[in-house]
């Protein structure tokens, strides 16, 4: 395959890699955007527990009480939910992870073919150039020994 193709190759390589960057980026966002929304739940929770409690201490009436229980069982459902959003945001970051660490690696290795073509043509061309010294060099004591035979 030519150099031009590789560095087209390449150059598509590279925006498909940004483009997956791009999506792990996103979803790295998504996941911590959803453990902060855990947060939130659990930490209002918390403080739901701990307003009952308080009103509780001054005494609640039976339909009070169950409305605490039902809300605060709302709530626990709101988080396992939520805890469900977190794991598949997560498995979804390190999905586009892998995707976008595996599209770099390919990336890396066009790289290294292109360099090592470069690599082999200026080998050759150093060969080429060499020989065409040497052919020169050759001519040039070719034509003084030529030279010294005919003033001898």
């Known amino acids: 395959m030519s150099q031009s193709k590789l560095a087209l190759l390449i150059k598509v390589q590279k925006e498909r890699e940004e483009k ?5 980026i996103k979803a790295q966002q998504l996941y911590q955007q959803a453990e902060q929304k855990y947060q ?5 929770r918390t403080e739901y527990i701990q307003q009952s ?7 609640l009436g039976g339909r009070q009480y169950n409305q605490y229980v039902a809300f605060i069982s709302k709530l626990d459902e709101a ?11 997560r498995n979804a ?6 995707s976008w660490l595996k599209m770099q690696t390919k990336r890396k290795a066009l790289e ?3 360099e090592q073509a470069q690599q082999r043509d200026l080998l050759l061309q150093n060969r080429q150039q060499q020989k065409m010294a040497d ?6 004591f070719y034509q003084r020994l030529l030279a010294d035979e005919v003033t001898n």
Do not use: D, P, T
């Not at 052919?135 to 040039?140: H, K, L, T």
């Open 93 to 98: 970051a390190e999905q586009r992870r892998q």
């Open 135 to 140: 052919e020169y060099a050759g001519q040039r």
């Open 53 to 59: 409690l308080q009103q509780g201490a001054v005494g």
């Open 79 to 89: 988080l396992s939910q939520q805890g469900r959003v977190i794991q598949q945001s």
């Open 20 to 24: 997956l960057q791009a999506q792990f």
């Open 40 to 44: 939130g739940l659990a930490n209002y």
């Open 112 to 114: 290294k073919l292109v």
